[in-house]
């Protein structure tokens, strides 16, 4: 719905049983659209951690040629999407485990396109050695830590060991001489502008300032960092296929880049609440689940079963929020709670033992962990329902 009332949504789910996850699908698509074009014609790479649904993550790609492959997360996942036939499919964690390799391998050999990701000599030594022993060649990808240094303060999170152009070009030169693998390009994931908001309310005015302020300073280093990069890799006669950068926090100001070939985008397709904290773009509340009012201990109050579905990371910012109808918020003394959530209400629909409660998880695919369907609604109506992950009997993580 474009403009969502909890009558709306109450009637719609009134035969259903709670809790349950939906989707609402004209938001979808008006996000879709929206991450389109925010991105100014840069290729878009869907990143499937944010989504967990293999139908949904077709759907994406389908809707426009700019969809041009997935991101996702593990071995088992990247050879599931292939098996259902999603292709071009960039992994973007090292992987190490034999069987893991070995299972990326097999399917290589079946016609998959899955890039492995690298960021020392050790993995590329052990993915080399099971591509032989496999009888197949598998391309690679460097991951490149984009976080920034200031005086007492890492702003980006711990991920590749690489942050300098020569230690890109050094790691590129080892594949080349490596077996059975080659050089397919590099990803730089800028989490402190695509995974950290600017207007958090969690956050003081002079936190969320003084992080607009390092994001600003961050950009241009980044831009820089990544140019160097690739500049470096192309005199020494490295084609980079893949230039994978930012996030949905970033598509702007990542797209804007000359070098970059794509961008990834996850989260504003479904809008978790964790995404209504930046300034500069809003995205509509697509997903959102429903719990029921079970009991009333007192006035104003309503307690409803289930609820507690907080994402993973450090902070209140991750804890689900009630969404409609307004004038609901969780008590400080107990949050959302695994098996029952206490609501505080005061607005004034009426609320009475077997209304539904509607909520929004803080991060978008982490709610598909605990739902095997996902019901899709289009004109006030339930269109269909379409599998999660662990709807389809799988868990990657």
Do not use: W
């Not at 590749?160 to 077996?179: D, T, W």
């Not at 990803?187 to 003081?204: C, R, S, T, V």
């Not at 020494?236 to 296929?241: A, L, T």
């Not at 962990?369 to 339930?382: A, D, G, M, P, V």
């Amino acid at each position: 719905m474009v403009n969502p009332h909890y009558s709306d949504y109450k009637d719609i789910t009134e035969n259903l049983t709670l809790p349950c996850a939906i989707l609402d699908m004209e938001l979808f698509e008006k996000n879709i659209k929206q991450v389109i074009a925010r991105t100014q014609g840069k290729k878009i790479r869907i990143a499937s951690k944010s989504i967990r649904s293999t139908q949904l993550i077709k759907h994406i790609l389908g809707s426009d040629n700019i969809f041009q492959g997935v991101m996702c997360y593990s071995a088992e996942e990247a050879v599931h999407l292939h098996s259902h036939g999603v292709n071009d499919i960039l992994i973007a964690y090292p992987i190490f485990d034999s069987k893991k390799i070995q299972m990326v391998c097999k399917a290589t050999a079946q016609g998959a396109q899955i890039t492995l990701m690298v960021d020392c000599v050790t993995q590329v030594q052990k993915i080399s050695n099971i591509c032989v022993e496999e009888n197949v060649s598998i391309p690679l990808c460097i991951d490149v830590d984009m976080s920034s240094s200031f005086p007492g303060i890492h702003f980006g999170v711990r991920r590749s060991p690489i942050n300098k152009a020569e230690q890109v070009l050094q790691l590129a030169q080892y594949i080349k001489q490596s077996e059975n693998i080659f050089f397919n390009g590099i990803m730089g994931y800028e989490a402190q502008i695509a995974g950290l908001g600017d207007k958090n309310p969690f956050n003081n005015r002079v936190m969320n300032f003084i992080i607009r302020l390092l994001k600003k300073v961050s950009i241009k280093r980044i831009r820089r960092l990544r140019e160097d990069i690739v500049n470096k890799l192309q005199k020494n006669g490295f084609e980079c296929c893949i230039v994978n950068g930012g996030g949905t926090g970033s598509l702007e100001s990542t797209s804007l880049e000359s070098c970059v070939t794509e961008v990834t985008a996850g989260s504003a397709f479904f809008c978790p609440s964790l995404f209504d904290y930046y300034k500069n773009f809003q995205h509509a509340p697509a997903l959102f689940y429903a719990i029921e009012v079970t009991r009333i201990p007192i006035q104003g109050i309503f307690t409803c079963h289930s609820g507690g579905f907080v994402a993973s990371g450090v902070g209140q910012d991750k804890i689900p929020q009630p969404y409609l109808p307004r004038g609901c918020s969780l008590l400080s003394t107990e949050g959302a709670g695994e098996v029952q959530t206490p609501i505080s209400y005061k607005g004034e629909k009426e609320i009475k033992i077997g209304s539904p409660i509607f909520m929004r998880h803080s991060k978008a695919g982490e709610l598909c962990e605990h739902f095997n369907q996902i019901y899709l609604i289009k004109n006030k109506t339930i269109i269909k329902k379409t599998d999660t992950y662990r709807g389809e009997g799988k868990c990657f993580l």
